[in-house]
């Protein structure tokens, strides 16, 4: 054990691009990433010159204010083929998350003057379990359906949970642990056929894939911000017309109603920056991610036995790598990698416990936390690529020896 320990301390790892050993590489891109410098540098002049309130317009200050965020909304409904008026500013995904859900439901029950019922996956974020679970209390019914063993929900399973009173559907498009992509298009179909709303965490896939709101289906979309190399603090709700939302605050009357207060003008500049950014080229970076994440993974096959996959490889995000080590405790194996990388055993809002996702598709607690979820972003390259499989190899036979 001892010595195991000591042969850890002794590596020594540079990172391409001007990294000090003492620095970790960055494979947790899933959780956060940072402000790319064209963001930065577009939000500069509104934190100070063009400080202004959007919402008053008596102002010269104001007016400037409110034209800015109405081009910077008109970019962001621009990537994703929607109009200006259907997006709705929130602090985040979950906030966004916790208005779609909680606004359409407690609308719809007060439309139908009693609560209805909910659908969703098990392997949803926390910020769609959590308020579906709070609407649980409040006298609505829900479902939560188990994935397959890859993760995927299939469509079968879905038309088989449907209730006479349905009426919300949420799963999430691309999974933020396992990364697995849902068949959205298979899915919205069964539930516009019987008049169910269906509600889609994007906050992964936004900036990933390319997303037609109208082509996709979905009648209410989650993004966000930090995800895709913007500033963190700002998402948005998507909604189709005719969906109808209850408030969850009051007062001012901003985002139609829906979402008052303030607006963060900065911020929503900076959004719609990093949206633009996220769809330039994308097909051609996400080719160069995949081809990276499916070197990373076989490169670890090779030197290491006994790794488990966690999700379909096949839907599966681009930057996306989840896998179980055998034979190894959780604690030992993420304690001994945190000096030399960044990566993450499930969601950053997980609290520590074993992931729900991992447990969802068949995993136990031991095995959930002794997984690894890697994540690429922009700036990784082959050379990190190998030398995390060079850092991750030596790890885990050291501890298996010990």
Not at 57 to 76: D, H, Y
Not at 197 to 216: E, K, P, R, S, V
Not at 286 to 303: A, N
Request: charged fraction near 20%; glycine fraction near 8%; include cysteine.
């Amino acid at each position: 054990m001892q010595e195991g320990r000591s042969s850890l301390s002794r590596m020594k790892f540079t990172v391409s691009g001007g990294n000090s050993p003492e620095i970790p590489l960055d494979f947790d891109y899933q959780a956060t990433t940072p402000c790319a410098p064209e963001v930065v540098e577009v939000m500069k002049p509104y934190w100070n010159d063009f400080w202004g309130n959007a919402s008053n317009r008596q102002t010269r200050a104001g007016t400037q204010a409110s034209a800015a965020t109405s081009l910077a909304r008109e970019k962001l409904a621009n990537c994703l083929n929607v109009k200006p008026d259907r997006l709705i500013f929130t602090s985040g995904a979950t906030e966004a998350n916790n208005l779609a859900l909680l606004g359409h439901a407690r609308a719809k029950a007060l439309k139908l003057g009693k609560p209805g019922h909910l659908i969703t996956v098990s392997t949803e974020h926390h910020s769609v379990r959590d308020p579906l679970r709070q609407l649980q209390r409040e006298g609505f019914s829900l479902t939560e359906l188990m994935p397959n063993s890859q993760g995927i929900l299939s469509a079968e399973k879905l038309s088989q949970a449907f209730k006479n009173d349905t009426i919300l559907v949420s799963v999430m498009f691309a999974n933020n642990e396992i990364g697995v992509v849902q068949p959205l298009a298979e899915l919205q179909e069964l539930c516009h056929k019987r008049g169910i709303i269906l509600h889609t965490d994007a906050a992964q896939a936004f900036g990933q894939l390319n997303i037609d709101f109208h082509q996709l289906g979905a009648d209410l979309l989650t993004i966000s911000a930090h995800k895709i190399y913007g500033p963190k603090g700002i998402g948005a709700l998507v909604m189709r017309e005719n969906v109808p939302i209850l408030p969850l605050q009051w007062g001012g009357g901003q985002e139609q109603g829906f979402r008052p207060g303030t607006l963060a003008l900065p911020l929503i500049v900076g959004f719609a920056k990093a949206a633009e950014l996220s769809i330039n080229n994308l097909m051609e970076r996400q080719t160069r991610l995949r081809f990276l994440r499916d070197q990373l993974w076989e490169g670890l096959q090779q030197k290491i036995p006994a790794l488990i996959i966690n999700g379909t490889l096949e839907n599966r995000l681009a930057t996306n790598l989840n896998f179980t080590v055998l034979g190894i405790r959780g604690h030992r194996l993420h304690r001994a990698l945190r000096p030399f990388l960044n990566c993450s055993s499930g969601s950053a809002c997980s609290n520590g416990e074993p992931s729900h996702v991992l447990k969802a598709i068949g995993r136990t607690s031991k095995e959930a936390e002794s997984s690894l979820r890697l994540s690429l972003g922009r700036e990784t390259t082959i050379e990190q690529v190998n030398k995390a499989i060079d850092i991750i190899t030596k790890v885990v036979l050291d501890l298996r020896k010990a």
